[in-house]
């Protein structure tokens, strides 16, 4: 990233700042759980419970925010409302 950008950030608007380090820190702990669970069950269920639970989930997702968009066009400039 910038260093004008990260200063930007940290100094003027707080409430962003603490998002994005809360975003971070879920993300390198999920990381760390998901090696721990490696050593516990092995690359076979890790892989599977991607493919068959991560996977369709998140197409799932996209698909809800896809239909959403079409029925609601307006809501393109922020369909995360």
Do not use: K
Not at 6 to 19: A, D, H, K, N
Not at 20 to 27: K, M, N
Not at 37 to 49: I, K, M
Not at 58 to 72: E, F, P, R, S, T
């Amino acid at each position: 990233m910038v260093q004008s950008f990260l200063c930007f950030l940290f100094c003027l608007t707080f409430e962003c700042w603490i998002f994005v380090v809360g975003g971070v820190f879920l993300s390198v702990t999920g990381c760390e759980a998901l090696f721990a669970d490696l050593g516990h069950f092995g690359l076979w269920p890790v892989r599977a419970s991607w493919f068959f639970v991560v996977l369709p989930s998140v197409i799932v997702n996209y698909l809800g925010q896809g239909a959403m968009l079409i029925h609601y066009p307006q809501a393109v400039e922020n369909p995360f409302e």
